[in-house]
Structures are given as C-alpha cells and as structure tokens.
C-alpha cells in the first residue's frame, strides 16, 4: 500500500465508487510476517465457508515485492483447496 496522499485519495475514491456494488458482501483483513500461516488460514476458511455455499473471492497483496507486487501463482499454490474450487476466485 502506498503512503503517498494521491494515492491514498484515489484508492478512497476507488473504495467509494465500489461500496455501492457489494451488496452484502463481507470484506476481511489478514496480515502478518512471512511464513505465519495466512495462506493456510485462508485456504481453509475459504473452503468452509464455499462448504456451507458462500462464494469467496482473495484478494492478495504482497508489498514486499515493490516490482511484482508478490506472487499470484504461489497465492494459488498455497491455497490449493481454493485453487479448484468454482465457487472460489484467487
């Protein structure tokens, strides 16, 4: 995430603009230092909750790489139950 002020503002516009379209979707933060376990923790409340017919979408972010902004395939990798899971999108 980006500290500069013009990127903040455009990502509360951007925010701002969404909101109205989410109906009554459930947004959930998760963070920590490397290798604590998110992506399993992820994977696995993903598929309990597509288990009892949500669908769920992940979102993710790695800012320690500022050229790639992290690795999607290995978001997918570590999430492997959510990675075949049609009622899931990585």
């Known amino acids: 995430e980006s500290r500069k002020p013009e990127h903040q503002a455009k990502a509360r516009q951007l925010v701002q603009h969404l909101l109205p379209h989410t109906g009554r979707a459930h947004r959930v933060g998760i963070t920590g ?4 376990g998110k ?3 992820i ?3 993903g598929a ?12 993710a972010v790695d800012p320690s790489s500022t050229r ?14 959510l990675a075949i899971d049609r009622n899931a999108f990585i």
């Open 48 to 59: 309990n909750l597509t288990a009892r017919g949500h669908k769920v979408a992940v979102l």
């Open 43 to 45: 994977d696995q409340l």
């Open 68 to 81: 790639t902004g992290g690795s999607i395939l290995g978001d997918k990798t570590r999430m492997a139950k």
């Open 39 to 41: 992506s399993t923790t």
């Open 33 to 36: 230092v490397p290798g604590v």
